[in-house]
């Protein structure tokens, strides 16, 4: 069992940085200067735990609408655990009213989004040495489909 909620930096940032380090530190090689940008504080969180309370999924939104630092723990992808946090900020962004949100994929991962509705603009460009394309949902484009 995975519960999905709207986690608080200041609280939860021990569980939010260690799923972070996993992913992108130790599994993926991004340095920590990368990978600590200083933007956790001012960005919108979201956490995936087990039942026994496991940190293994985080996401984050900036206040520009900037989805990113998404990650699921090894052992624990292919379990719905990705799409559930993608659609609880995407229903949080539709609640608030944004416009657009966007984000910077992975290009392995460009299928994950487009199922979502992003859509991929400009070139493939380089981010802590893996290849990264941006993607947009055009919320505008999406308006009265489910």
């Known amino acids: 069992m995975i519960r999905i909620r709207q986690a608080d930096w200041a609280l939860d940032h ?9 992913v992108f530190v130790e599994e993926q090689g991004v340095p920590e200067a990368e ?25 984050r939104v900036l206040p520009s609408g900037q989805i990113g630092r998404m990650a699921v723990r090894k052992g624990y992808r292919g379990q719905g655990i990705g799409r559930g946090l993608l659609k609880q900020v995407l229903d949080s962004l539709a609640a608030d ?5 966007f984000l910077n994929a992975q290009t392995a991962v460009i299928g994950f989004y487009q199922r979502f509705g992003f859509e991929p603009v400009g070139p493939v ?9 941006r993607m947009v949902r055009r919320v505008s484009k999406m308006v009265g489909q489910p």
């Open 125 to 133: 460009f380089d981010d802590a040495g893996i290849p990264h394309r």
């Open 35 to 59: 990978e600590w940008d200083g933007l956790d504080a001012a960005a919108r969180h979201w956490l995936a735990e087990t039942g026994s309370g496991r940190p293994v999924g985080a996401v």
């Open 97 to 101: 009213g944004s416009q657009d949100p």
């Open 14 to 22: 021990q569980a939010l940085s260690s799923i972070r380090r996993d």
